[in-house]
């Protein structure tokens, strides 16, 4: 029973064994926080849960003969502001042209087996009976003729709740909600460092650390996109807690656009996490019987430190929200031509790489931008999604065809939601794109943003993708979105809804995804945002691997995938091998290091194979064929960060099977030292204590114990005097290990 509820005092324990999530009736009827963290065994009674008998001065009370009823200090399920909770709230909604302090009080509830799905929306999934267990709580505020409906799902194998919010207009008058977040959470203390995942293009998702402190502390994108900025992700951990031990909380929405996550610490050092929607420019008409859905949270408690908060993360979205169809399978090796010839490429161009790089190994070829109108840089074109016969004067098709000859699968760039105001499209709609007609608008790499709150544009685009997938039978898409959304306006949107356009354009981009998912399910699609500007569990749903960067250069990608891993699976990154010098970088590191950071992800090449010696098509050779030997081990594996780029010159990760039969370890040091210790292990996590290893170039076994306790041997470092001896030196080393049980029980 993942679900209890004590009917007689109004309480619900959710609980899988690993986290218990309690709360209860208050008795002003509203929803009151008593737990969330590892699992409680259950009770018939957790009113002692409720901290509040304590009147506290200064504080506004609900009850005159009851100071301590206040809700200043009472933690709270879904708060409002107005009503003696000073702090911000998780809802506000009025009718229109009428202030109002929302009261929603207690109904009802309703418990489902597994999960229902979110109109409109991305979200994790169940597939089989038994994986979750759904408690909806429906409160109703009288005066507004609102009900509000509170999900909480628990999955039965993770120790994870997805929460959400749904607001439905039960009345006559029009609704305006303000903001709708899609949870709210009070700890009762504030006792935890704050984690999140900040960054720019070619540096995303640098994980940035601080205490928690009083006061309202956020992270939060206004620019239409998740963005490369802040991830929609935010950890809180107790302060001791390390990679492998220790309680930490970790949270995602799952969302693309405009959001929120917050976490207000008040007076009395209750911390307050507050994610959703921002609130920011948003508001949303709701007319009679009109339902408005909020994304949904998804929370994880390990209490096995920052590495079981992302297993959790990793097994969830592996086995409950990316397409079903690409949870097994095999991910093909794939070069990109962006790097190796940017706009600037023909027909005899792109399969001399074609097969050039299918001699390396290589599976799928992907052409990237400037394949259509007349893009021969990137001041026009997008929109214009037909074949530039300048340079491909056979067609699309003819060079599908014979990229396919070649033995690779064929994949396209595109970037759906995006015009130039130089392109056939807009010359005759100047109207689709986002903005206000006669004021200015601003560009961002020359281009403008396509009104996808319009469903006649999103379906528009839908047509035109159809038929070049159709035409070229293609099995691969990077959908790209290369700018955040300015003067923000549709015009198809009456002036007081034009705080519904932000929700409305990813709705529209959500249905996109979802018409071509549907239509064309062996598609695989990449998302990409100039990178990774929407690498979130939203885009997730749809594109099962995103890519992670710009930013291809291997040093750079330690801390960017490092930093993703928080959140996101190896195999949701998009991770390539590309030129030296690194053209983001200037920097040029070895061509096997490259591969040794590339090949935790979905691994491929964004360089030009024609262009290689002998030697390193040799080497690419064999770095293709590892990673195929290895590629489910990446796919399936579980996930240890073991050394931080961010703390020192070396950064080491690795990936157990499930029966921890098998592992790759990836070290990396990215600036050589003089005269180093000359004891240099590596300890490995994850192992089966009392089994056997033999690591690859190790003479020596193991056993699990020892290489968790005292480490792996690295190879003797160069140190200044003794040549011969050494196995490695210089700036930008790195090693991959793969580890394998012997089978031995003894040694
Ligand atoms: C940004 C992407 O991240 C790159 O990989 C490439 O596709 C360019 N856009 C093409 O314009």
């Not at 262009?611 to 996930?639: M, N, P, S």
Request: hydrophobic share 35%; with cysteine; glycine share 8%.
């Amino acid at each position: 029973m993942l679900i209890q509820v004590n009917q007689d005092n109004q309480q619900f324990h959710l609980t899988n064994g690993k986290v218990s999530y309690i709360f209860h009736v208050m008795k002003n009827g509203q929803l009151g926080h008593l737990y969330y963290g590892k699992a409680l065994r259950h009770r018939s009674d957790f009113s002692h849960l409720q901290a509040y008998d304590v009147p506290t001065a200064a504080s506004c009370h609900v009850y005159e003969d009851d100071p301590a009823f206040s809700l200043e200090t009472l933690r709270q399920e879904y708060p409002a502001y107005g009503n003696s909770d000073f702090r911000e709230p998780a809802i506000s909604v009025s009718k229109a042209s009428e202030a109002h302090v929302p009261n929603f009080t207690y109904e009802s509830f309703r418990i489902l087996d597994g999960k229902p799905g979110l109109e409109g929306l991305p979200a994790t999934y169940t597939e089989e009976e038994g994986q979750a267990g759904t408690l909806q709580v429906i409160l109703k505020d009288h005066y507004l003729q609102a009900e509000l409906t509170l999900n909480y799902t628990i999955f039965r194998d993770h120790p994870v709740i997805a929460r959400s919010a749904s607001l439905k207009n039960a009345g006559e008058d029009q609704l305006v909600i303000d903001r709708l977040m899609g949870a709210s959470l009070d700890f009762p203390d504030k006792d935890f460092r704050f984690i999140h995942l900040a960054g720019t293009w070619s540096r995303e998702r640098h994980v940035k650390e601080r205490a928690l402190e009083t006061g309202i502390q956020s992270i939060s994108s206004l620019r239409g996109a998740s963005s490369h900025h802040h991830n929609p992700f935010l950890a809180l951990k107790r302060p001791d807690a390390t990679e492998r031990s220790g309680e930490v909380f970790g949270f995602q929405f799952v969302y693309s656009s405009n959001f929120i996550m917050q976490v207000e610490v008040d007076h009395y050092d209750v911390a307050r996490l507050t994610a959703g929607i921002h609130p920011f420019g948003f508001q949303w008409n709701l007319g009679p019987e009109q339902i408005f859905q909020t994304p949904e949270v998804v929370m994880v408690h390990s209490g096995e430190g920052l590495n079981g908060m992302s297993q959790a993360f990793h097994d969830l979205y592996r086995e409950h929200l990316i397409p079903a169809q690409w949870r097994k399978g095999e991910r093909p090796i794939l070069i990109n031509n962006w790097e190796a010839t940017y706009f600037d490429f023909n027909e005899d161009k792109l399969v001399n790489i074609a097969k050039s790089a299918r001699e390396l190994g290589i599976e799928l070829f992907v052409l990237d931008d400037g394949w259509f109108g007349k893009r021969n840089d990137d001041t026009s074109s997008l929109g214009d999604w037909h074949v530039d016969y300048d340079k491909l004067p056979n067609g699309i098709e003819s060079l599908a065809r014979k990229i396919k000859e070649t033995g690779m699968q064929f994949g396209l760039w595109f970037e759906p939601e995006m015009i130039s105001p130089n392109s056939e499209l807009y010359r005759e709609h100047p109207d689709w794109a986002v903005g206000f007609a006669d004021r200015p608008h601003t560009l961002g790499r020359n281009q403008r943003v396509l009104d996808f709150s319009r469903p006649e544009i999103v379906e528009y685009l839908y047509e035109k993708m159809a038929a070049i997938i159709r035409e070229t039978g293609l099995s691969y898409i990077k959908w790209d979105m290369n700018r955040n959304i300015t003067e923000a306006y549709s015009s198809r949107l009456a002036a007081n809804q034009q705080g519904e356009f932000f929700h409305r354009y990813i709705l529209g981009v959500y249905d996109l995804y979802e018409k071509l998912t549907k239509e064309f399910p062996d598609v695989l699609f990449e998302s990409c945002a100039g990178g990774g500007g929407r690498f979130d569990p939203g885009m997730m749903y749809y594109a099962p691997q995103a890519w992670a960067s710009d930013d291809t250069d291997a040093i750079e990608r330690l801390k960017i995938q490092y930093g993703t891993s928080y959140a996101y699976p190896l195999y949701s990154m998009g991770s390539h091998v590309s030129a030296v010098p690194n053209h983001q970088t200037l920097r040029t590191t070895p061509l096997s290091t490259r591969a040794n950071v590339a090949y935790f992800g979905t691994f491929g090449y964004e360089l030009d194979p024609l262009k290689l010696t002998e030697e390193e098509r040799t080497e690419i050779k064999e770095q293709a064929a590892f990673y195929k030997k290895h590629r489910k081990l990446v796919r399936d594996g579980q996930f240890y960060r073991l050394l931080n780029p961010f703390a020192g010159n070396e950064t080491a990760w690795m990936i157990v099977s499930r029966d921890q039969s098998e592992a790759l370890i990836g070290w990396y040091k990215v600036l050589a030292t003089a005269n180093p210790s000359k004891q240099q292990t590596l300890r490995l996590d994850g192992l089966d204590p009392s089994k056997v290893y033999q690591a690859s170039g190790l003479a020596q076994s193991f056993y699990g114990d020892e290489l968790m306790a005292v480490g792996l041997p690295l190879p003797t470092e160069f140190n200044g005097v003794n040549r011969q001896k050494a196995e490695r030196g210089g700036d930008f080393q790195s090693q991959v290990f793969y580890l394998q049980s012997t089978g031995a029980s003894k040694l």
